[in-house]
């Protein structure tokens, strides 16, 4: 994920540095790249406009005929390949990462299921991103040529007024002019800023121009980062689509992670024990007749092996969906998962009705996980557990007084657990300073 850029707003500083970050403002280095991102909007609405509009008036020009389809065709893509210009200008000068839209899908056809340019043409055509960024081109040139003016009247005024001692002596000495004239008549009537009064005044004029610049600049680029992000962006039901997608793709990699935990926690427990159990008692029923009581003690020790393997299975399925969970709900089994735990555990649960099922397994898995945690890497004395409802969500908090220090970085167990409740919409915020205390808290839908 690409790192948010924040440039300095007007208001954000403390009051103790207001003043100076007001009056260094004017020559920072982001006024400067929204004013070149102001100049260079200009020409590029003028060449994405008129390209527009002559593509689309041809193309439209060109329907009675079969040329008018793949016009319209190269109208939209060269359209969005503007947009992947703009987006660029955008990133590079204003600091605002615009993700790329979704791609041109067409319909697979032909042999090897093959996109042909006729299936492209149409999915061109279809798309609402590429019309998009034909409305963009529409609407961007009459906002760039007014935020042009702008930006170019506030910089030449500001600079120029607030430096105009430095280069008043221009005037009279090649101009033959008393200094810069404000206006004039056809009368032979005319003003200039000539005397020190009027020196004066200028120069403050243009260091007040020059301090409202930065406020300007922002006031016009904040237009332009709104129409790049909402019409050369991806739409919202695409990103919620690519969202989706990649949240079934963490619940499948899930699924399969646990079924494989499961399958291993199988080969190596239990069914190793009853594979050993099952030659225990064929040894046992050949020694039945020589030796009894060597029979009868080998018989004693597969029923041990019986009691490991029924707790080994009985652990294993109260780790995937305890029957305690289903018969009496979330929180029962919450006070059953934590008087397992080696810390003392509070549990504390706040639930007018229960959650949908789904819910309840990952909320009760999240616990799970969570007080294992404090168990084997807190140093905890104690935790507590504390679940209830806050409108259509249901919260999971936990804390512990442990030695703190626990993340969600790359490859910790609690990366896992984030991406397992983010896959349902959910979220997990770790608060673990070092030193303690951690508080882990899990917010999950209600249905």
């Excluded at 080969?267 to 029923?285: C, E, F, I, N, P």
């Excluded at 009894?292 to 080998?298: Q, Y």
């Excluded at 616990?367 to 404090?374: G, K, T, W």
Aim: hydrophobic share 45%; charged share 20%.
């Amino acid at each position: 994920m690409a790192t948010a850029y924040r440039p300095y707003e007007p208001g954000t500083e403390p009051r103790g540095h207001l003043v100076p970050a007001a009056l260094k403002a004017p020559f920072q280095a982001r006024v400067w790249r929204e004013f070149l991102y102001l100049v260079i909007s200009l020409p590029m609405a003028i060449l994405t406009f008129v390209y527009t509009i002559t593509m689309i008036a041809l193309g439209a020009g060109l329907l009675i005929t079969f040329l008018g389809v793949p016009v319209l065709g190269a109208a939209l893509a060269g359209c969005r390949a503007l947009g992947v210009v703009e987006r660029a200008r955008a990133r590079a000068l204003l600091r605002l990462d615009v993700a790329e839209p979704e791609p041109v899908l067409g319909r697979r056809g032909g042999r090897g299921g093959k996109r042909g340019p006729v299936a492209w043409v149409g999915a061109l055509l279809r798309s609402g991103t590429s019309w998009r960024h034909v409305i963009y081109a529409l609407i961007h040139l009459p906002w760039a040529v007014f935020s042009f003016a702008f930006a170019i009247a506030f910089t030449s005024y500001g600079w120029g007024f607030a430096t105009y001692p430095l280069w008043r002596w221009v005037f009279p000495r090649y101009v033959d002019e008393p200094g810069l004239q404000v206006f004039g008549d056809d009368h032979g009537r005319a003003f200039y800023l000539d005397t020190p009064f009027e020196i004066t005044a200028a120069c403050v004029v243009g260091v007040l121009v020059l301090l409202l610049t930065p406020w300007v600049m922002r006031a016009l680029t904040s237009v332009d980062r709104i129409l790049v992000a909402g019409l050369l962006g991806p739409s919202r039901l695409a990103s919620r689509v690519w969202e989706l997608e990649s949240d079934r793709g963490t619940v499948v990699d899930t699924a399969a992670a646990d079924l494989r935990r499961i399958e291993r926690d199988l080969h190596d427990g239990a069914q190793a024990r009853l594979v050993a159990l099952a030659m225990d008692l064929g040894l046992a029923k050949e020694k039945l007749d020589e030796d009894p009581e060597a029979a009868a003690k080998m018989v004693d020790e597969a029923h041990g092996e019986v009691k490991l393997a029924l707790q080994e299975l009985r652990d294993l399925a109260r780790g995937i969906h305890p029957a305690i969970l289903t018969d009496r709900g979330l929180g029962p089994a919450l006070s059953a998962l934590s008087a397992r735990c080696t810390v003392p555990v509070t549990v504390t649960v706040d639930l007018p009705q229960r959650p949908a099922p789904a819910i309840e397994g990952i909320a009760y898995f999240t616990v799970s996980e969570l007080l294992q945690n404090i168990s084997k890497h807190s140093g905890a004395r104690t935790a507590e557990v504390d679940v209830w409802r806050t409108e259509d969500r249901v919260m999971l908090q936990i804390t512990d007084d442990g030695q703190g220090g626990a993340g969600t970085s790359a490859g910790s167990g609690l990366a896992g657990l984030a991406e397992r409740i983010d896959a349902v919409d959910g979220i997990l915020v770790v608060n673990s300073p070092a030193g303690g205390p951690t508080t882990v808290t899990a917010e999950l839908p209600w249905r």
